[in-house]
């Protein structure tokens, strides 16, 4: 402990050091160039060792050897390092969830008994929510908003559609047109069905078919949807955005293909801890499934065949994956980084690791032509790494959000400088 | 009732671990003369003993290995040498008896056994049906009566998973429902069909306490009775320790009327038998060690001026997320730090949480970092929870190599569970809880490819047979193994 102070000394030195470079000029204005970095671009490229990277105008102007700075180019020195496309934070409560059991900041479910699919999580959304920046600092760059389903305690409940939600960036802007349907079946939904899961294809073909037949329904018959609801749930019918089906039973997902099919719907399995035992229907099918590499253990009796091995026996199947945890809490969607490495511990190759993270989400909920790929023209969205991203001791160093440097500062960082302030007083007396 | 009272007094005491460091004992220094036995001596496990029984086996020579010790020191191309169930020695180039199983080491990494001091394996096990879910008392806020071993199920699936993350040693703790949750209970990561075949021989039982919002939400804001403030919370602790601290004299004055003879002894009268005041009791006496949920520094600081009150020590507040503020304050009294790596934000008592939180406890002279986990996933990676540490120690400019981190998940936590002497180093003589890791165990990829407990392979990552499924598990179709 002799050495603390001489640390902490260095330390302060250092943190100027950092705040003075996280201070980088607009890349809007100033280019970037990102020199000798390992490149995953996650592109037809693929991974590209030595490689320079320019940032201009917000966008990625190129990719290759030997670049030239433009004058006034900020230039970083990634000594090999690699660079990844911004990461995805998964399905969840980014920007509308500040802090857990705390209903004043708490806006993800809608409890009033009714099937309401118009509802959405988005315009609840709250740029300013210092979750986000926590995450922007563990490199994540983008992240899917959904609402939650839930029983109602002593009052009026969910229902097993739990509403819509849409992609925001890290950066605290959204992307309304990358939205999606969030439904929620299987044995912890019984509740919000009555009672039983065979109720919830019940009630949702009911939903189609008020959307789908209004004519069949006579004067007084009980109907389900709203008007507006029909209205939103006509998109979801055409196919234009997912319907993503938090769903865990083997059983149950073969319900869900099936009644995708015969509906025509373009879905998503999210959950899916025995998915791995439908693994060829769902490649047959082509439906992408988000899971938690980190599901192993029976916690439902809809999970008995949850193992670590799920994300890799899936893309051995030659099925689509990307990762988000079960619990949708935004706080600490960082870790989904360790979680990939996990699922990479436990076979997954490490490239699809990583594309979990980055490409297959953005082509799952429709931002591939601005995120999960490095390609030229795209806007840039990355992260410089300490080492391997997918590795817990490494940290991301730099982040650009669509062609925004971001501030590597966040509310954690400033607690942190505070006391780091006041223990190094202490090592002093 | 009276002569079976009697004979519960004259019970010997345990092996309870001595009273830690650094507590303040003008408290002790009012009491009368100590008597012969502790008058808290029932509180012994003399019943719902340990039936754990460590197998035979041959020793078991590590050869070539990165070392931690546990002891803060790292040995490369070491031997770890064990036998007849303990560590025998540490070093290079040692001799093996003819009838040892070797390992070789070359590229592995070797540590002491992982002990996380919060789970509730068990008491809230897999699958979280409400028929199992047997972690919290919530019917009064003082349950100090109630022990987590009777709700413990050991067919939960999620011991073996802890295994497979190098899990030797755990505490079973009661939840945080109660300001006094009840007894905690030591197992060593053992498969049995009862508790009592895992439960650590000897060890000291915990009492969980809680701070926070949790008592207040579950009486105050559910139930609305007390306490619903954090000013009630405080007040309900002191009121208990004030009539343990009355429990407790009323014993002692009887013990020593038994131990006077003549009339005196004959018209002796115990204080009627309360389940709870034994648990406080023995909790002043320093025979029941106590572990605390506390998040918030200001609440931590609360809490060590009322042990002071009262004369007791706290051996480690859990989910210490604002232990970075205290850091300092904490280390002076000799307090241990139990802490996740990132969590944070998921109630208003977190929303202080920062990732360099164990290393700056770390940090502080005579800091004292546990990583823990209060998860049935988090228990399968504290090694991981660790290396995320280092990294962010790292980045703050706090420096901390693998043979001081190991320290967290390790020694410290043996400390606190009053232990040390026997598991938590790889020193001579200590249990031989050892695992041995395919690679530097602070790494995303890192998996456990032997654990012993007590000198005896429990799991071995090439022969998943070694450590048996739960019963919960066998023939269920859908089972990951039943394909294969």
């Known amino acids: 402990m002799r050495t603390l102070r001489c640390i902490l000394t260095a330390l302060a030195l250092q943190s100027g ?3 003075q470079a996280t201070q980088a000029a607009d890349t809007r204005v100033r280019p970037v160039l990102i020199r000798d970095a390992t490149v995953h671009t996650l592109s037809s490229a693929g991974t590209l060792e030595h490689t320079d990277l320019l940032i201009k105008e917000g966008k990625i102007a190129d990719i290759g050897h030997g670049l030239d700075a433009p004058t006034g180019a900020e230039i970083i020195e990634a000594a090999g390092r690699p660079v990844t496309p911004g990461l995805f934070g998964g399905l969840g409560h980014l920007g509308i969830e500040e802090i857990g059991i705390e209903p004043t900041v708490d806006d993800y479910s809608l409890k009033v008994g009714a099937m309401r699919p118009e509802f959405d999580v988005s315009s609840a959304f709250n740029p300013d929510s210092v979750v986000l920046g926590v995450g922007r600092l563990g490199g994540m760059t983008f992240a899917m908003l959904a609402p939650s389903a839930e029983g109602g305690g002593k009052g009026a ?16 802007t959204l992307v309304p047109a990358a939205h999606a349907l969030f439904l929620d079946v299987g044995g912890d ?9 065979a109720a919830q294809f019940m009630l949702l073909r009911q939903a189609f078919t008020e959307v789908r037949s209004p004519k069949s329904f006579l004067q007084g018959d009980i109907r389900v949807l709203t008007p507006g609801g029909r209205q939103v749930l006509q998109t979801y019918l055409d196919g234009s955005a997912p319907m993503v089906f938090d769903v865990d039973r083997a059983s149950d997902i073969r319900q869900v293909i099936a009644f995708a099919q015969r509906e025509k719907l373009r879905i998503v399995i999210k959950g899916g801890a025995e998915a791995w035992r439908v693994g060829s229907e769902l490649a047959a099918a082509k439906i992408p499934v988000v899971l938690n590499p980190l599901d192993d253990l029976p916690l439902s009796f809809d999970a008995v065949g949850a193992t670590l091995e799920n994300a890799a026996r899936l893309h051995e199947a030659g099925v689509k994956i990307a990762f988000s945890f079960d619990d949708p809490s935004p706080h600490n969607i960082r870790k989904l980084r360790q979680a990939a490495g996990i699922a990479v511990a436990h076979g997954l190759p490490w490239d699809a690791g990583l594309a979990a993270l980055t490409r297959n989400p953005a082509e799952i909920f429709g931002v591939g032509a601005t995120n999960g790929s490095l390609e030229r023209g795209h806007p840039a969205d990355l992260v410089l790494w300490s080492g391997d991203p997918l590795e817990v001791t490494t940290l991301a160093e730099r982040v650009f959000i669509q062609g925004q440097a971001q501030v590597m500062r966040s509310r954690q960082t400033e607690l942190r400088d ?8 202490n090592a002093a007396r | 009732m009276r002569k079976f009272f009697h004979l519960l007094l004259a019970v010997g005491i345990t092996g309870c671990a001595a009273q830690p460091d650094k507590v303040d004992h003008s408290e002790k220094a009012a009491k009368p003369a100590a008597p012969v036995a502790s008058p808290t001596a029932l509180t012994t496990q003399s019943f719902y003993a340990s039936t754990y029984k460590v197998p035979d086996g041959p020793p078991t020579l590590i050869r070539h290995a990165t070392v931690l010790t546990g002891t803060g020191t790292r040995l490369d191309g070491a031997d770890v040498l064990l036998v007849d169930g303990k560590i025998q020695a540490v070093g290079q180039g040692l001799q093996a008896p003819s009838n040892s199983k070797v390992v070789e080491g070359d590229g592995l990494w070797v540590t002491p056994g992982l002990i996380d001091i ?7 096990p897999s699958p979280a049906v409400e028929a199992n879910s047997d972690g919290n008392e919530a019917t009064s806020p003082s349950t100090a009566n109630v022990w987590a071993e009777h709700s413990v199920w050991p067919q939960d699936p999620g011991f073996r998973t802890a295994l497979a993350g190098g899990i030797t040693t755990l505490q079973i703790l009661p939840g945080s429902a109660n300001l006094i949750g009840g007894r905690s209970v030591i197992l060593k990561n053992v498969p049995s069909v009862t508790y009592q075949g895992m439960k650590f021989p000897g060890a000291p039982q915990g009492l969980k306490m809680a701070c926070g919002e949790n008592p207040k939400r579950v009486y105050g804001a559910d139930k609305h009775q007390f306490p619903s403030t954090r000013m009630g919370n405080v007040a309900g602790y002191r009121a208990q320790w004030a009539e343990a601290r009355d429990y407790l004299r009323d014993l002692q004055e009887y013990q020593q009327k038994i131990a006077a003879g003549g009339k005196d002894a004959k018209d002796a009268k115990p204080p009627k038998r309360d389940l709870r005041l034994d648990t406080l009791a023995a909790a002043l006496q320093g025979e029941i060690l106590i572990h605390m949920h506390c998040y918030r520094a200001d609440e931590m600081a609360t809490v060590l001026d009322m042990s002071k009150e009262f004369g007791y020590h706290v051996v480690a507040f859990h989910h210490a997320v604002e232990a970075y503020k205290v850091a300092n304050l904490l280390a002076e009294n000799g307090v241990c730090a139990a802490m996740w790596a990132d969590w944070w934000g998921f109630k208003m008592e977190a929303y202080d949480g920062i990732p360099e939180n164990i290393a700056m406890v770390d940090a502080a002279p005579g800091g004292c970092a546990i990583v823990h986990s209060d998860s049935e996933e988090g228990i399968q990676r504290l090694n991981q929870e660790a290396a995320k540490a280092i990294a962010y120690g790292a980045r703050s400019g706090l420096n901390i190599p693998p043979e001081r981190a190991i320290r967290w998940l390790t020694s410290n936590p043996a400390k606190t569970l009053g232990l040390a002497d026997r598991t938590g180093t790889l020193e001579p003589g200590k249990m031989a809880d050892v695992v041995v890791w395919n690679r530097n165990p602070f790494s995303v990829y890192a998996r456990a490819n032997l654990v012993f407990i007590d000198g005896v392979v429990r799991y ?7 450590a048996p499924e739960s019963d919960f598990l066998m023939g269920q179709p859908a089972a990951p193994g039943a394909d294969r």
Do not use: C, F, M, N
């Open chain 1, 189 to 197: 939904a019984a509740s919000l069905s009555g009672g039983s899961r």
């Open chain 1, 17 to 19: 050091l950092v705040w």
């Open chain 1, 418 to 425: 505070r006391y780091l302030e006041k223990l190094r007083a």
């Open chain 2, 460 to 466: 071995d990552r090439k022969d998943p047979g070694v």
């Open chain 1, 157 to 172: 409940s969910g229902t097993i559609i739990a509403g819509q939600g849409s992609v925001a960036r890290l950066d605290g």
């Open chain 2, 118 to 124: 919060h789970s509730h394996l068990g008491v809230y």
